[in-house]
């Protein structure tokens, strides 16, 4: 493989000093990863979609700008995947599959039944970083990328996930 596939856009050789089986270890960890931000964003669009039309007092915006920064973070990965020699996972895998069904039951329960789906969703998210973060299959400019920007972001949503449950507590009494 030409030395130029494994330099990270910032020149940086993501795989100097790593051999081959490190590198398929963590083209593995990078697709988990990816595999569970593709079903975030499946199941934002699945909230956003049945939520905003049927509650007149969900924040849609704040929920299609967390959408938006889980589809930054398919991006970014399948970046990283691809700086590895690897070819990035197209969908959700199991977990997909588990949290749509958990965010379809939801759309039947209501609003706040949804948002404990979707906050859920981010716990589950934040656990997968740091299981990721706490293994020897990432390069430290993964790492340094989960911890600075993907992690960060997940713990986020989690506060403004409970934000939007209680503006919409507010609304309703």
């Known amino acids: 493989m030409p030395r130029i596939q ?25 697709n988990s990863l990816l595999r569970g931000e593709i079903a975030a964003v499946e199941t934002y669009d699945q909230a956003i979609e049945k939520l905003h039309d049927s509650d007149e007092y969900l924040d849609a915006q704040s929920l299609r700008r ?3 920064e889980h589809a930054d973070h398919v991006a970014k990965l399948q970046t990283r995947i691809r700086a590895h020699g690897g070819e990035p996972s197209d969908g959700a895998g199991a977990w997909g599959v588990f949290a749509n069904a958990v965010q379809g039951a939801a759309k039947l329960l209501g609003p706040q039944t949804a948002l404990a789906a979707l906050k859920q969703g981010e716990e589950h998210g934040i656990n997968d970083y740091e299981q990721a973060l706490q ?6 400019e993964n790492k340094h ?18 934000q939007i449950r209680q503006q919409i507590e507010l609304a309703e009494q």
């Open 6 to 30: 494994n330099m990270h856009h910032d020149g940086i050789d993501m795989n100097a000093g790593r051999n081959p089986a490190t590198s398929a270890g963590e083209v593995d960890t990078l």
């Open 66 to 68: 967390i959408r938006e």
């Open 135 to 140: 293994g020897d299959d990432l390069s430290t």
């Open 145 to 162: 990328l989960i911890r600075s920007e993907l992690l960060p972001r997940c713990q986020q949503h989690l506060s403004e996930l409970d």
